[in-house]
């Protein structure tokens, strides 16, 4: 794996972060067909407040970031250590992404093994994440990294 520096996003970064991430989350919700693009960025700004409702100081939640030795950002990541739906033992990664530039060259396996690390570090032996069906790239990441379904939701269109 390429040489990877993981740490704690600042409240700086955070911010940065999260301005992007719900951006991207309407986009995704949209793709998907499940929000109207007017609404997206709304209903999406609300969707993150209630997972974060103190912002960068939410309990239980971590921000990571991954950058190169010379300090490059290559990507971040979300973790929350309770999961949602409440499995026990279990965190949650709300978000991973590397970006564009630095995709395809390990990072992305790199960061997700931090993240394993980090979950690892303060015990809890499991993890869990979402991924929408049309990521194959991502989804061939987790596959590899030896995550399988444990659900799966699907969608008919019926008009």
Known sequence: MPELIVRDMTRNEFEEWRDR????????QVA??????DEAL?????ANDVLLPDGFATAGMLFLR???PDGTCVGVSWL???HPRGAP???????????????GAGYGRALLAAAEDAV???????????????????IRLYETSGYRVVTQQMRKPLN
Do not use: H
């Not at 991430?21 to 995704?28: C, K, L, M, V, Y």
């Open 89 to 103: 033992d279990c965190a949650f990664i709300y978000d991973i992404e590397i970006n564009e530039a630095y995709r």
């Open 66 to 68: 991954a950058a190169l």
């Open 21 to 28: 991430t719900i951006r991207s989350f309407a986009d995704e």
């Open 120 to 138: 690892r570090s303060r015990g809890l032996g499991r993890l869990e994440l979402n991924v929408f069906a049309d990521n194959v790239r991502a």
């Open 80 to 82: 929350g250590l309770t």
């Open 42 to 46: 709304e209903l999406a700004t609300k």
């Open 32 to 37: 998907a067909g499940n929000w109207p693009a």
